[in-house]
């Protein structure tokens, strides 16, 4: 993966006469029960160009800590583990070649099972999207694609990528293949408008398919957007589902306040082990790029063995340069 990566990497800077730079910081402040601190979620630095009316390239890098420590990897604090640190990773290193049939869609490209809807929602410095969040599909992978409007406000989009996302290597021979088919606007976060659309993604294994399949749906307008989505995931036997509606309304100039509530059940044979996850607060938007967002999460288990419901207050920032 990595020499392609890198193969990717150097056609692009090279093809490029000029490109235009840009990132964007997520950090907040968050105070729960047994913790209160200041966190640095996310650093992304994106070189963006056109090097043809039929070529266009983007690269961005994203600097985050991994999920691996030391408290995970040997329960042990004394060991200091290197991948606690901040790193920088490559995120995406994306060609688009457009034809007269569509565009296509070659390298570490993002993978079409998210965006939409993620733009639906509109606050992903708050938080993911509900399909990134609980982990139903990568945000990225190496792979091809390629997208078409079939007839006015109708796209389609097909995927064939490695499966494993853009963290590691592939690690067997199958492949994942994705399909979204859109109508509308697709992004309500800046422009008004409707959507509905459906995806569908199947991966083979030695054993039986992962599947997933969204079925998505927004309105923005009159200072007013809504998103709803329904996301089932089966792998084997398993199958899990997640319902997320969000709102959101411009009240003032440059302040809006806004709501998400998501349903998440991990396996839907099993009673009672479902969760809730509620979202809401009032975002502010004070020019130059920077938005700060105060907000209280509430996350509640049908299980009655959890003591009680998890509170936490954030304030999240966003700086776009």
């Not at 890198?6 to 490109?19: D, F, Q, R, V, Y």
């Not at 036997?237 to 509606?245: A, L």
């Not at 479902?274 to 938007?285: D, M, N, Q, W």
Request: with cysteine.
């Amino acid at each position: 993966m990595k020499y392609l990566i890198t193969l990717l990497t150097c056609i692009t800077i090279s093809m490029a006469a000029e490109g235009k730079i840009g990132g964007v910081i997520y950090f907040d402040y968050a105070n729960a029960e047994e913790k209160s601190a200041f966190n640095f979620q996310r650093q992304y630095f994106s070189y963006t160009g056109v090097t043809s009316d039929k070529i266009d390239f983007k690269i961005i890098f994203d600097v985050g800590r991994t999920n691996v420590g030391a408290t995970i990897i040997e329960k042990d604090l004394s060991y200091k583990s290197e991948y606690t640190r901040l790193v920088v990773f490559l995120k995406k290193a994306q060609i688009n070649y457009k034809t007269s049939y569509g565009k296509v869609s070659m390298g570490l490209i993002g993978t079409n099972t998210y965006g939409v809807q993620e733009k639906n929602w509109g606050y992903r410095f708050i938080e993911k999207s509900s399909i990134d969040l609980y982990k139903y599909s990568s945000t990225a992978d190496i792979g091809i694609g390629f997208s078409r409007l079939l007839i006015e406000n109708l796209n389609i989009n097909l995927q064939v990528v490695n499966g494993e996302g853009y963290t590691q290597p592939q690690g067997d021979k199958y492949h994942k293949i994705s399909v979204n088919t859109i109508y509308g606007e697709q992004k309500l976060d800046n422009n008004d408008g409707y959507n509905a659309g459906i995806v569908y993604s199947t991966e083979a294994t030695d054993g039986d398919p992962t599947n997933m399949i969204s079925a998505f749906g927004g309105f923005a307008g009159m200072g007013l957007r809504f998103g709803a989505e329904y996301d089932m995931l089966t792998k084997g036997d398993t199958e899990s589902s997640i319902i997320s509606v969000s709102a959101n309304y411009s009240f003032m100039d440059n302040k809006d306040i806004f709501l998400r509530y998501d349903i998440y059940d991990g396996d839907t044979s099993v009673d009672k082990d479902g969760s809730s996850y509620i979202i809401t607060g009032i975002l502010l938007s004070c020019g130059n790029g920077l938005s700060v967002a105060p907000n209280v999460r509430i996350k509640s288990y049908e299980n009655d063995s959890k003591e009680s419901d998890e509170t936490e207050y954030k304030v999240n920032f966003q700086f776009k340069f």
